[in-house]
């Protein structure tokens, strides 16, 4: 039988991503979106793969439950992906509420639905590395203790705990994947990837002359986003629930990383890299590094995209994009 599928943050990379993996696979797939004033712009991604066409969208929001509830009536979904956040880190410290209500108490929200409408319902929630924050351990697993350092990290805590209490506590088939950096031409332009490899791009090409960032020290366990959601897709195929750490087991430098992107346009570095120190996060994590053993016995998965190819396939998108003409401000 055909399966459906509900994702919230559908119109994210990651939404993009599985929703494309989910078609490929037969499912139906809808999506909650909310209403605002850009809503021409929702489907960029969805469009940009190809997928909208595929797509049925429904209006609903994390923060208001009944909504929650008519999408999942309307969808009768078998599974439901809860990837929807206020996922910019940085931007938390200036939205520490809405980040807690949206990513935070908007995955209770979600769960809560669940309980009373479609308790048979298998769901996954997109928990993130930076509950780990200041690292306890210099190789983080599901048993290492988390401290997260910013008020995003936090909510994404909450809302990771609530999907382990509602698991325990009603029988929900819920589960965590505990995601480390995953990247792709569809990331956001606010991220640090998608910055400089658009920042690299814009250099090439004439554009731009110089690249800031913050703190380039700071390392992180980077993979491709295709290769991520299909970990999502896994863990709900399994019998039984659970939480898995989905990394790369490499960790590299934003400097490095940096390196990577200027080097492949055959550009200088050291010319054009700026460090801002108004950049800087008031809270720094400084490295993270992810063990996915776990997800590799369990699941059989294993990442495919290196961390090179993946900031090539970046470079040349953005490049291509800006060759077009499109998004030269």
């Not at 929807?84 to 807690?100: D, H, K, N, R």
């Not at 250099?203 to 110089?210: P, S, T, V, Y």
């Not at 961390?307 to 800006?322: C, Q, S």
Request: glycine share 8%.
């Amino acid at each position: 039988m055909t399966k459906t599928a509900l994702i919230t943050g559908i119109t994210g990379q990651d939404g993009a991503y599985l929703s494309q993996f989910l078609l490929e696979k037969g499912y139906n797939v809808f999506g909650v979106v909310r209403r605002s004033s850009t809503a021409e712009n929702n489907d960029a991604r969805l469009r940009f793969l190809g997928i909208a066409h595929e797509i049925r969208l429904l209006d609903g929001n994390l923060i208001d439950l009944s909504s929650l509830i008519r999408c999942l009536r309307k969808a009768e979904p078998d599974e439901v992906y809860n990837l929807a956040a206020q996922s910019f880190v940085m931007a938390s410290w200036q939205q520490p509420l809405l980040t807690g209500e949206v990513t935070g108490l908007g995955a209770a929200n979600m769960l809560e639905a669940i309980r009373l409408e479609a308790p048979q319902v298998r769901f996954y929630q997109a928990s993130s590395s930076e509950m780990f924050g200041l690292a306890q351990e210099p190789v983080q697993t599901e048993k290492t203790p988390f401290h997260p350092r910013s008020p995003y990290g936090v909510s994404k805590l909450f809302a990771h705990w609530i999907t382990v209490n509602y698991r325990e506590s009603f029988g929900l088939h819920a589960s965590s994947g505990i995601l480390f950096n995953h990247e792709s031409p569809l990331r956001g332009i606010e991220f640090v990837t998608r910055k400089v490899t658009d920042g690299v791009a814009r250099i090439k090409l004439g554009l731009a002359k110089e690249l800031r960032l913050g703190n380039v020290d700071a390392k992180r366990d980077w993979g491709h986003a295709r290769d991520y959601v299909r970990a999502m897709w896994l863990m709900l195929q399994q019998n039984e629930p659970d939480d898995y750490v989905v990394a790369t087991g490499r960790t590299t430098s934003i400097r490095e990383m940096c390196r990577t992107a200027f080097e492949y346009a055959e550009l200088s570095l050291e010319k054009h890299l700026v460090i801002d120190p108004a950049l800087f996060r008031p809270a720094e994590v400084d490295g993270l590094l992810g063990n996915a053993a776990k997800a590799r016995t369990r699941l059989g998965w294993a990442p495919e995209v290196g961390l090179e190819e993946m900031i090539r396939e970046m470079v040349e998108a953005d490049i291509k994009r800006l060759s077009s003409g499109a998004h030269r401000v």
